[in-house]
Nanobody
Framework: QAQLVESGGGSVQTGGSLRLSCAAS????????MGWFRQAPGKEREGVAT???????MYVDSVKGRFTISKDTAKNTLYLQMNSLKPEDTAMYYC??????????????????????WGQGTQVTVSS
């Protein structure tokens, strides 16, 4: 069993930066995949970035070059560094973890990630 708790969300202006954190308890950080997903009002949840236990990361095209996913195994924490934020990045951001073995961690569609655990979310709002 694992619990995931996100933090670090907030309100910033266009071009600003935020760093999200996801503290994992239990076996969350040692799972095969961890990832960040987001959901804006009226839209479906979408993948943002994922990272395999071997360190390989994947990103949705809209955030490539702006966001960086990383993890600190010693601290049992997953991070998402978000730079050059845009209003379209406004959403609730969720951390997720997958326990089952896989050679890659799909970022899209969300259903392919096969998450076993989800956090409660942290809100990111980017104003123009």
């Amino acid at each position: 069993q694992a619990q995931l708790v996100e933090s670090g969300g907030g309100s910033v202006q266009t071009g600003g930066s935020l760093r999200l954190s996801c503290a994992a308890s239990g076996d969350g950080i040692s799972t095969y995949c961890m990832g960040w997903f987001r959901q804006a009002p009226g839209k479906e949840r979408e993948g943002v970035a994922t990272i395999h236990r071997n360190g390989v990361s994947m990103y949705v095209d809209s955030v490539k070059g702006r966001f960086t996913i990383s993890k600190d195994t010693a601290k049992n924490t997953l991070y998402l560094q978000m730079n050059s934020l845009k209003p379209e990045d406004t959403a609730m951001y969720y951390c997720a973890a997958r326990r089952s073995s896989t050679i890659s961690c799909p970022v899209a569609p969300v259903t392919r990630f096969l998450a076993d655990y989800w956090g409660q979310g942290t809100q990111v709002t980017v104003s123009s």
